[in-house]
């Protein structure tokens, strides 16, 4: 839609009906394999990398916070 050339479609609404009336259901997931393919890497990466830090910060504040902190933590 932010690409067409003149007044192609009224709304999203519209774009909608008429990519599934030319193209068919499957048309709005064009890009989601492609999408997925670059997400998902990122996505696992990114949450490994978050419970690795709290499994550190949790061990690290074992060692270095005082025992009567760590009662109320």
């Known amino acids: ?3 067409q050339d003149g007044n ?3 709304g999203i609404f ?3 009906s008429k990519t599934v009336k030319t193209e068919g ?4 997931y064009k890009g989601f394999l492609p999408h997925l393919a670059r997400i998902l890497p990122h996505t696992i990466l990114t ?3 978050a419970e690795q830090t709290n499994k550190l910060m949790r061990k690290f ?3 270095v916070l005082p025992s009567s902190i760590k009662n109320n933590v």
């Not at 259901?25 to 709005?28: P, Y």
């Open 61 to 63: 504040e074992a060692r």
């Open 25 to 28: 259901v499957l048309a709005i």
């Open 47 to 49: 949450l490994s990398l």
């Open 8 to 10: 192609l479609y009224k």
């Open 1 to 3: 839609m932010y690409n």
């Open 14 to 16: 519209d774009c909608l």
